[in-house]
Protein backbone atom coordinates (compact mmCIF):
# COMPACT_ATOMS: atom_id res chain seq x y z
CA UNK A 1 0.00 0.00 0.00
CA UNK A 2 2.81 2.45 1.00
CA UNK A 3 4.89 1.67 -2.61
CA UNK A 4 1.47 2.37 -4.44
CA UNK A 5 0.97 5.80 -2.73
CA UNK A 6 4.69 6.65 -3.04
CA UNK A 7 4.30 6.13 -6.65
CA UNK A 8 1.34 7.86 -7.29
CA UNK A 9 3.35 11.31 -5.54
CA UNK A 10 6.06 10.47 -7.73
CA UNK A 11 3.38 10.27 -10.81
CA UNK A 12 1.92 13.73 -9.16
CA UNK A 13 5.72 15.33 -8.87
CA UNK A 14 6.59 14.39 -12.70
CA UNK A 15 3.00 15.98 -13.92
CA UNK A 16 3.63 19.10 -12.11
CA UNK A 17 7.17 19.53 -13.90
CA UNK A 18 5.90 18.70 -17.45
CA UNK A 19 2.82 21.05 -16.74
CA UNK A 20 5.23 24.31 -15.64
CA UNK A 21 7.49 23.06 -18.42
CA UNK A 22 4.70 23.19 -21.00
CA UNK A 23 3.24 27.12 -19.64
CA UNK A 24 6.68 28.33 -19.15
CA UNK A 25 7.29 27.34 -23.17
CA UNK A 26 3.97 29.09 -24.23
CA UNK A 27 5.50 32.11 -21.75
CA UNK A 28 8.38 32.21 -24.11
CA UNK A 29 7.01 31.78 -27.31
CA UNK A 30 4.78 34.15 -26.47
CA UNK A 31 7.45 36.54 -25.32
CA UNK A 32 9.03 35.93 -28.81
CA UNK A 33 6.50 36.54 -31.19
CA UNK A 34 6.26 40.01 -29.11
CA UNK A 35 9.53 40.32 -29.92
CA UNK A 36 9.51 39.53 -33.66
CA UNK A 37 6.45 41.59 -34.59
CA UNK A 38 7.72 45.52 -33.32
CA UNK A 39 10.53 44.12 -35.30
CA UNK A 40 8.77 43.89 -38.87
CA UNK A 41 6.45 46.19 -38.32
CA UNK A 42 9.29 48.77 -38.07
CA UNK A 43 10.76 47.27 -40.93
CA UNK A 44 7.18 48.10 -43.07
CA UNK A 45 7.06 51.27 -41.46
CA UNK A 46 10.43 52.58 -42.59
CA UNK A 47 10.37 50.76 -46.52
CA UNK A 48 8.38 53.65 -47.62
CA UNK A 49 10.87 56.39 -46.16
CA UNK A 50 13.20 55.31 -48.54
CA UNK A 51 11.72 55.13 -51.63
CA UNK A 52 10.76 59.07 -51.72
CA UNK A 53 14.17 59.82 -50.70
CA UNK A 54 15.79 57.61 -53.89
CA UNK A 55 13.25 59.00 -56.16
CA UNK A 56 13.67 62.45 -55.26
CA UNK A 57 17.62 62.76 -56.56
CA UNK A 58 17.00 61.67 -59.85
CA UNK A 59 20.10 62.13 -62.32
CA UNK A 60 18.51 64.83 -64.17
CA UNK A 61 17.77 66.53 -61.06
CA UNK A 62 18.82 70.56 -60.88
CA UNK A 63 22.59 70.90 -59.45
CA UNK A 64 22.53 74.95 -60.40
CA UNK A 65 21.43 77.19 -63.24
CA UNK A 66 21.37 76.75 -66.99
CA UNK A 67 24.98 78.62 -66.75
CA UNK A 68 26.55 76.40 -64.39
CA UNK A 69 24.59 72.71 -65.59
CA UNK A 70 26.49 73.61 -69.45
CA UNK A 71 29.42 74.69 -67.70
CA UNK A 72 29.53 70.86 -65.93
CA UNK A 73 28.51 69.27 -69.08
CA UNK A 74 31.41 69.12 -71.40
CA UNK A 75 28.79 68.60 -74.62
CA UNK A 76 28.00 72.32 -74.30
CA UNK A 77 31.05 73.97 -74.06
CA UNK A 78 30.88 75.42 -77.48
CA UNK A 79 27.87 76.99 -76.36
CA UNK A 80 28.61 78.39 -73.37
CA UNK A 81 31.94 80.17 -74.99
CA UNK A 82 29.06 81.29 -77.41
CA UNK A 83 27.11 82.94 -74.63
CA UNK A 84 30.26 84.18 -72.69
CA UNK A 85 31.38 85.97 -76.42
CA UNK A 86 28.24 87.41 -76.72
CA UNK A 87 27.13 88.46 -73.65
CA UNK A 88 23.91 86.55 -72.15
CA UNK A 89 25.93 84.14 -69.74
CA UNK A 90 24.07 86.27 -67.16
CA UNK A 91 20.75 85.81 -68.34
CA UNK A 92 21.39 82.01 -68.36
CA UNK A 93 21.88 82.59 -64.65
CA UNK A 94 18.75 85.28 -63.37
CA UNK A 95 16.11 83.29 -61.39
CA UNK A 96 12.97 82.79 -63.66
CA UNK A 97 12.05 79.43 -65.73
CA UNK A 98 13.09 79.20 -69.26
CA UNK A 99 14.05 76.46 -71.63
CA UNK A 100 16.98 76.33 -73.87
CA UNK A 101 17.43 74.44 -76.83
CA UNK A 102 21.37 74.10 -76.68
CA UNK A 103 23.47 72.98 -79.63
CA UNK A 104 25.85 70.58 -78.46
CA UNK A 105 29.42 70.65 -79.87
CA UNK A 106 29.34 68.66 -82.91
CA UNK A 107 26.64 70.96 -83.92
CA UNK A 108 28.47 73.97 -83.95
CA UNK A 109 31.59 71.96 -85.63
CA UNK A 110 29.08 71.16 -88.46
CA UNK A 111 28.57 74.78 -89.26
CA UNK A 112 30.74 75.81 -92.15
CA UNK A 113 34.19 76.31 -91.85
CA UNK A 114 35.32 79.29 -90.09
CA UNK A 115 31.64 80.35 -89.30
CA UNK A 116 32.28 79.98 -85.56
CA UNK A 117 34.84 82.25 -85.25
CA UNK A 118 33.15 84.97 -87.05
CA UNK A 119 30.65 85.02 -85.07
CA UNK A 120 33.14 85.28 -81.69
CA UNK A 121 34.02 88.47 -82.88
CA UNK A 122 33.70 91.15 -80.64
CA UNK A 123 32.35 93.06 -84.03
CA UNK A 124 29.29 90.26 -84.53
CA UNK A 125 28.51 90.25 -80.83
CA UNK A 126 24.95 91.47 -81.98
CA UNK A 127 24.23 88.87 -84.59
CA UNK A 128 25.57 86.28 -82.03
CA UNK A 129 23.38 87.38 -79.20
CA UNK A 130 20.22 87.06 -81.59
CA UNK A 131 21.28 83.99 -82.72
CA UNK A 132 21.75 82.11 -79.19
CA UNK A 133 18.18 84.49 -78.18
CA UNK A 134 16.57 82.45 -80.94
CA UNK A 135 17.55 79.23 -78.88
CA UNK A 136 15.95 80.35 -75.86
CA UNK A 137 11.97 79.81 -74.81
CA UNK A 138 10.69 81.94 -71.87
CA UNK A 139 8.85 79.31 -69.85
CA UNK A 140 9.92 75.97 -69.03
CA UNK A 141 8.70 73.53 -71.29
CA UNK A 142 9.73 69.71 -70.41
CA UNK A 143 9.46 67.14 -73.76
CA UNK A 144 6.49 65.91 -71.40
CA UNK A 145 4.73 69.50 -72.33
CA UNK A 146 6.01 69.60 -76.16
CA UNK A 147 3.25 69.96 -78.33
CA UNK A 148 3.29 70.53 -82.35
CA UNK A 149 3.21 73.83 -83.45
CA UNK A 150 4.86 76.97 -83.08
CA UNK A 151 6.41 78.73 -79.55
CA UNK A 152 7.85 81.92 -79.29
CA UNK A 153 11.70 82.68 -78.22
CA UNK A 154 13.41 85.56 -76.88
CA UNK A 155 15.01 86.46 -80.30
CA UNK A 156 11.22 87.21 -81.10
CA UNK A 157 10.33 85.11 -84.11
CA UNK A 158 8.97 81.50 -83.52
CA UNK A 159 10.34 77.99 -83.33
CA UNK A 160 8.49 75.06 -85.10
CA UNK A 161 8.49 72.04 -83.14
CA UNK A 162 7.10 68.46 -84.21
CA UNK A 163 6.70 65.85 -81.86
CA UNK A 164 6.68 61.67 -81.82
CA UNK A 165 6.25 59.27 -79.93
CA UNK A 166 10.43 58.81 -80.77
CA UNK A 167 11.47 61.66 -81.69
CA UNK A 168 11.21 65.69 -80.97
CA UNK A 169 12.53 68.53 -83.81
CA UNK A 170 12.80 71.96 -83.52
CA UNK A 171 12.91 73.29 -86.97
CA UNK A 172 15.29 71.12 -88.57
CA UNK A 173 16.99 70.21 -85.51
CA UNK A 174 16.64 66.71 -83.66
CA UNK A 175 16.13 66.88 -79.50
CA UNK A 176 19.13 64.37 -78.32
CA UNK A 177 19.45 65.28 -74.67
CA UNK A 178 16.15 66.29 -73.77
CA UNK A 179 15.15 66.97 -70.26
CA UNK A 180 18.46 68.45 -68.33
CA UNK A 181 16.60 70.18 -65.73
CA UNK A 182 18.29 73.25 -63.62
CA UNK A 183 16.87 75.95 -60.86
CA UNK A 184 15.39 78.85 -63.41
CA UNK A 185 14.87 76.35 -66.14
CA UNK A 186 15.58 73.09 -68.95
CA UNK A 187 17.51 72.23 -71.38
CA UNK A 188 17.17 70.61 -73.94
CA UNK A 189 19.98 69.05 -75.98
CA UNK A 190 20.35 69.54 -80.23
CA UNK A 191 22.18 68.49 -83.02
CA UNK A 192 21.85 71.60 -85.01
CA UNK A 193 22.39 75.53 -84.64
CA UNK A 194 19.23 77.34 -85.30
CA UNK A 195 19.56 80.22 -86.84
CA UNK A 196 16.40 82.89 -87.60
CA UNK A 197 15.05 83.33 -91.13
CA UNK A 198 16.31 86.63 -91.39
CA UNK A 199 20.33 85.77 -90.80
CA UNK A 200 22.34 84.63 -93.26
CA UNK A 201 26.09 83.06 -92.66
Given at each position: ??????????L????????M????A????????T???????????E??????????????????????????????????????????????????????????????????????????????????????S??????????????????A???????????????????????????????????????????P????L
Amino acid sequence: MLQVIRKSNKLLIAASIGLMTAIAACENSGTTNTTTNPGAASTVTESPLVSPTVSASPSTAASGTISEVLAENSSFSTLLTAAQAAGVQETLSEPGSITVFAPTNEAFAALPAGTLDKLLLPENREQLRKILSYHVVPTQVTSADIKPGEVATVEGQPLSIESSASNITVNDASVIQPDVTATNGVIHGIDKVLLPPDVQL
